[in-house]
């Protein structure tokens, strides 16, 4: 089958899913799209798919990113900053540690290093399934911000304890000062390089548009091509987080965006445009991995020392120790600090200092 094909294919695949989940309203439509991938590829006959994986992540993840950026509502996700930060970043390095040592004993051939390298590939979560699988669940809005907003951020942590690990691997050292300075430098210059491009973008679009009148047809092609892969690929050449930029991007284009009432048409389309990107892109995204897992799974039993059960049964157990992480995490740390503040004592402690009223002043 030739890529034109396989693209049709794809996006075909994706509208109809898009349209059979609106009935299968308690399956999220990402599973219903790696499941129909799986299938199509399973036989050997199947409809096989082979793609660089970089390329894969260059075309898909900055406009998802810089979308769910633009889309996030600004004022819960500052509002919510401190359970964001402590679960975006305090919980992807505690469960790079839990989780490299359990690894690590369950599977005594595999050096911690390696360990600890699986493991901060599977602890921070993604944005991309975040969004799509939480949207039509029904959730309260407070729970889906944070999870949004956390899903948004735990890129930089993920990928700074990935690469310590991997250099741990190879060289055999391990430097916490370089670990937190690069640390540092990913979520700062990410941010930074993000907020700064989109608010240039948008500072350059107003005074364009104040001028000449509205031109949404070339802003949108601009707002699509341009920015989110400029942003994503100058992030990555400096060595910062490419998909904090992205992000940050999106975030302050919005924002600024706010300035131009007048131009309600343009912002309605490009409401609209973003919709449509997010819903072909993430019906390719899940279909494409359901592509690929059948073949990933075969070639992982096959070149494995292990049988598929005992496998099977490492995945189930991993799983399972990366919710339960989880959850001691939001129920010691993220859920405790709201309990503690609303103790008795802790209310009066911290309302010393408010003034008696005159009633209870008076002798």
């Not at 109809?16 to 499941?35: D, E, F, H, M």
């Not at 500072?203 to 601009?222: E, F, P, S, Y």
Request: hydrophobic share 55%.
């Amino acid at each position: 089958m030739h890529t034109v094909e396989i693209i049709l294919l794809v996006l075909m695949l994706g509208a109809v899913t898009g349209v059979a989940s609106r009935y299968l309203t308690a399956i999220p439509l990402p599973l219903i799209q790696i499941t129909i991938g799986a299938l199509l590829s399973w036989p050997q006959a199947g409809l096989h798919i082979g793609f660089d994986p970089e390329l894969f992540l260059l075309l898909f993840i900055p406009p998802l990113l810089f979308a769910d950026g633009w889309r996030i509502p600004k004022r819960e996700l500052f509002g919510l900053h401190r359970p964001v930060l402590l679960l975006a970043f305090g919980l992807v390095f505690i469960t790079v540690l839990g989780l490299g040592y359990l690894i690590h004993w369950l599977l005594p051939s595999v050096p911690l290093s390696v360990a600890f390298a699986l493991a901060a590939v599977v602890s921070p979560t993604d944005a991309v399934a975040v969004s799509a699988i939480t949207r039509n669940l029904g959730m309260p809005h407070k729970t889906m911000h944070i999870l949004e907003g956390e899903s948004l951020l735990n890129d930089a942590s993920g990928l700074v304890a990935l690469k310590f690990a991997l250099a741990a691997t190879i060289t055999g050292s391990f430097s916490a000062l370089d670990a937190a300075r690069d640390f540092v430098w990913m979520c700062v210059g990410g941010l930074t390089l993000g907020a700064l491009m989109g608010w240039g973008f948008s500072t350059a679009r107003k005074n364009i548009t104040r001028r000449l009148g509205d031109m949404a047809a070339t802003q949108m092609v601009l707002l699509l091509v341009l920015l989110p892969f400029a942003v994503y690929l100058l992030a990555e050449v400096i060595g910062t987080s490419g998909i904090l930029a992205a992000v940050a991007a999106g975030i302050t284009t919005n924002m600024a965006d706010l300035d131009r009432g007048e131009f309600i048409h343009e912002r309605l389309q490009t409401d609209s445009t973003w919709s449509m990107v997010e819903s072909a892109f993430n019906g390719a995204i899940f279909l494409l991995l359901g592509l690929q897992l059948p073949t990933i799974s075969r070639t992982m039993i096959e070149s494995s020392d292990y049988p598929w059960w005992e496998l099977t049964g490492f995945v189930i157990i991993i799983g399972a120790a990366l919710l339960l992480v989880r959850w001691l995490w939001l129920t010691f740390v993220v859920y405790g600090r709201f309990f503690r503040t609303h103790l008795p004592s802790n209310r009066r402690n911290a309302c010393w200092w408010r003034p008696r009223s005159r009633a209870s002043a008076a002798p």
